[in-house]
């Protein structure tokens, strides 16, 4: 069987992370155009903000992406593969929120909480699959 032919899920979550990523992106550059901060973050508080969702974005979903696509490959059923694809979609977006500011702040350790479930069912699964 063909490997793109198996991944018939994880894709589209890699492809709406990749679309918010973009967002978040731009709100860093057009800040910096705004501001004349052209390298590193000018010790401005907003910007360092910014940057730092925007860096904890790249960071985490990375790894979680991996994650969800062995289980795909390995047979994940869809609720398990949408379960962890929303929730890792939904707590990168509420931690860039939290830790922003444009949410509240309760939005980051949530956030963050639901990324880190992500790595650990995901991992689990994969483990359990391969060892049984």
């Known amino acids: 069987m063909d490997l793109l032919s198996i991944l018939s899920i994880t894709p589209i979550y890699i492809a709406v992370l990749g679309l918010l990523f973009v967002p978040l992106t731009l709100r860093v550059g057009s800040y910096r155009v705004q501001?004349?901060?052209?390298?590193?973050?000018?010790?401005d508080q907003?910007?360092?903000k910014r940057i730092r969702g925007q860096g904890n974005f790249i960071e985490s979903v990375p790894l979680a992406v991996v994650l969800l696509l062995v289980m795909e490959v390995l047979?994940?059923?869809?609720?398990?593969?949408?379960t962890l694809g929303g929730l890792l979609?939904?707590?990168r977006l509420l931690h860039y929120l939290?830790?922003?500011g444009i949410g509240h702040f309760a939005c980051r350790?949530?956030?963050?909480?639901?990324?880190?479930?992500v790595y650990l069912v995901?991992?689990?699964?994969i483990?359990?699959?391969m060892l049984a």
């Not at 350790?109 to 479930?117: D, K, Q, S």
């Open 75 to 82: 047979g994940a059923g869809s609720i398990w593969l949408h």
């Open 46 to 48: 907003e910007l360092i």
């Open 35 to 43: 501001n004349e901060i052209s390298l590193g973050d000018g010790q």
């Open 98 to 100: 939290g830790i922003t």
């Open 89 to 91: 979609v939904g707590g």
């Open 122 to 125: 995901t991992s689990i699964w």
């Open 109 to 117: 350790p949530i956030g963050m909480f639901a990324t880190l479930g």
């Open 127 to 129: 483990l359990v699959d």
